[in-house]
């Protein structure tokens, strides 16, 4: 092989190289093939701790979602929304819906709960989000809504979970969604497809028997 040759081959082999490392960081070495999947990995690998960001439920009464990030008997199912979404959002909702009926079904009251958060503080006051939960029948001994009490604490939510948010020029926003779980560690460390709360469930069961 001549030298220009080799020098190609070996350039050539390095870039290779480099892809292959940065494919195999992204992926999670592997794991996941999509950003929701890596984020799914990450999770089951590292648990995350909860921040004290500032929170308003749908009584207006203010709370902590470190408040979440104690060791409890409770493990807590959390969606993220916004109110007025018509899309992902209906999806996330029957989850949840689901979730409380199945929860009741087997007599866990006491050990889950569901969290609803908003992104969306300045449409989703705690009225706002009163009649959503009036809206889906939830049992607010059960199942939680709040939002963030100062719009710059958005940040800081959204970054927790992975979850991007954009304007859609609608007045509306495009967003990924997932079904979290927050342990009884109080770490957030699960993360499942919006559209399989069964999943999570039979997860959880799992789980809570080991």
């Not at 929170?55 to 109110?83: C, M, N």
């Not at 996330?92 to 969290?115: K, N, P």
């Not at 449409?123 to 959503?132: G, H, I, K, R, S």
């Not at 967003?175 to 342990?183: Q, T």
Request: glycine share 6%.
């Amino acid at each position: 092989m001549s030298p220009g040759a080799l020098r190609t081959f070996a350039a050539t082999a390095a870039i290779l190289l480099a892809a292959f490392a940065a494919y195999f960081d992204i992926t999670a070495g592997f794991a996941a093939l999509t950003s929701d999947g890596v984020r799914r990995v990450d999770l089951a690998r590292s648990p995350r701790a909860l921040p004290p960001i500032a929170l308003i439920d749908e009584a207006g009464r203010p709370l902590r979602l470190s408040d979440y990030g104690k060791p409890s008997p409770q493990a807590t199912f959390v969606a993220l929304v916004y109110v007025r979404c018509q899309s992902i959002c209906r999806t996330s909702a029957a989850g949840q819906s689901w979730l409380q009926h199945t929860i009741r079904e087997h007599g866990l009251e006491d050990r889950v709960r569901l969290l609803t958060l908003s992104f969306d503080p300045a449409n989703d006051t705690p009225a706002v989000l009163a009649d959503y939960a009036r809206r889906l029948n939830a049992d607010t001994g059960l199942w939680r809504f709040a939002t963030v009490s100062e719009l710059r604490e958005r940040d800081a939510l959204l970054k927790l979970f992975d979850v991007v948010v954009l304007d859609d020029g609608m007045g509306g926003y495009s967003h990924n969604a997932a079904l979290f779980l927050i342990d009884r560690e109080g770490r957030l460390a699960r993360a499942y497809d919006i559209d399989r709360p069964d999943r999570a469930f039979a997860d959880y069961l799992q789980w809570a028997g080991s």
